[in-house]
C-alpha cells in the first residue's frame, strides 16, 4: 500500500490526523473592545460545534453502513453497528455539559458577531433527521449548492425504517402493503397491524433486541432534543435564536416527535 508521503517516516501522528490544518480551524469573529482580542468563550463555542458536525459525520456514515447491513439481512451486524451510533448519541449529549459551564453573560459578549449563522443550518444534522424518517420538504429550501445535493438525495432515499421492515418481509411475516409501498418522502405513521407483527415477533430474541436498539436510537435523539432545549433557555431565555430563528419555542416543538411511532405504541401489548 503506498502512502500519501514520500516516505513512511513522513508518515506521522499529526500528518495523518491533519493536526495542523484542524487547529487553524478555529476561526474567532468576535472583538473584546478593551483587548482587541476575540472574546474568551467564542473559542469554546466553536470547537463543540465542530465536534458535533465531525460525529454528525460519523453517524451518518454508520446509519448508511446500518441500512446497508439490514438490507443484506445482516441484523446482528446491524445491531452492533446501532450499539455505536448509541454510544455516539451519549457524546452528543455530554458535550452540552461543557457548553452549559458558558454562563449568559459570556455568551452574549461574542453573540452579536454570530451575525446570520445559526444551529439551523447544520445540513448534517437534517440529513440525520431524513434517514431516520424525519423528513420535511421545506428544510429543502434552506440548503443550496453540495449540502442541497445531498440533502435532497436522502428525501428521496428510503430510511433505516424502512430498511427494518423490509427485513420483516423478507423473514415471510406479515407486513402491510400500505407500508412496504409507502412514499418514501412522507412521515412514518404508526400502522397497528404492522405493530401486531412486531409483537408477534418479539418471541425471537435476536427481533427483539434490534427493535429495543432501534427504541434505544430514538430515545437517545429525544435525549439529545431535550437538553439543547434547556441548554438554550439556559443560556438565552426566551430570545429568539441567531439567524432570525425562533430558538427555544421552535427546539421545543420537536420534542416528544418519536422517529418510529410504531416501536412506542407496542408497549402497552406486552
Not at 458536525?53 to 454508520?62: A, R, S
Not at 439529545?224 to 419555542?249: C, E, F, L, N, Q
Request: proline share 4%; glycine share 6%.
Amino acid at each position: 500500500m503506498s502512502l500519501p508521503f514520500e516516505n513512511d517516516d513522513d508518515f506521522t501522528y499529526g500528518n495523518y490526523l491533519k493536526v495542523s490544518e484542524l487547529l487553524s480551524l478555529q476561526q474567532c469573529v468576535s472583538v473584546d473592545e478593551a483587548t482587541g482580542e476575540p472574546e474568551h468563550d467564542e473559542t469554546l463555542f466553536i470547537i463543540i460545534h465542530q465536534i458535533y458536525e465531525l460525529w454528525f459525520k460519523q453517524v451518518l456514515h454508520e446509519l448508511d453502513f446500518i441500512v446497508s447491513q439490514l438490507n443484506e439481512h445482516n441484523v446482528a451486524g446491524a445491531r452492533h453497528h446501532l450499539k455505536r451510533v448509541l454510544k455516539i448519541m451519549k457524546t452528543l449529549v455530554g458535550q452540552l455539559d461543557v457548553l452549559e459551564t458558558m454562563t449568559p453573560a459570556e455568551f452574549a459578549s461574542f453573540r452579536s458577531f454570530l451575525a446570520n449563522a445559526s444551529g439551523f443550518q447544520s445540513a448534517q444534522f437534517r440529513e440525520l433527521e431524513f434517514i431516520l424518517g424525519i423528513k420535511d420538504r421545506v428544510q429543502l429550501d434552506w440548503f443550496t449548492g453540495a449540502e442541497g445535493d445531498r440533502l435532497a438525495d436522502r428525501y428521496e432515499s428510503p430510511t433505516i425504517w424502512d430498511a427494518f421492515v423490509n427485513v420483516l418481509a423478507r423473514d415471510g411475516f406479515d407486513v402491510p402493503l400500505e407500508v412496504l409501498e409507502r412514499d418514501i418522502r412522507d412521515p412514518i405513521v404508526p400502522n397497528p397491524k404492522l405493530q401486531a407483527t412486531i409483537v408477534d415477533r418479539y418471541a425471537d430474541e435476536r427481533f427483539a433486541a434490534l427493535c429495543e436498539t432501534l427504541t434505544d436510537l430514538d430515545e437517545g435523539l429525544q435525549e439529545w432534543r431535550y437538553r439543547h432545549v434547556m441548554m438554550v433557555k439556559r443560556t438565552i431565555g426566551t430570545k429568539p435564536g441567531t439567524g432570525g430563528s425562533d430558538g427555544a419555542s421552535y427546539l421545543a416543538t420537536t420534542l416528544f416527535r418519536p422517529a418510529f411511532p410504531d416501536l412506542w405504541a407496542i408497549r402497552t401489548a406486552f
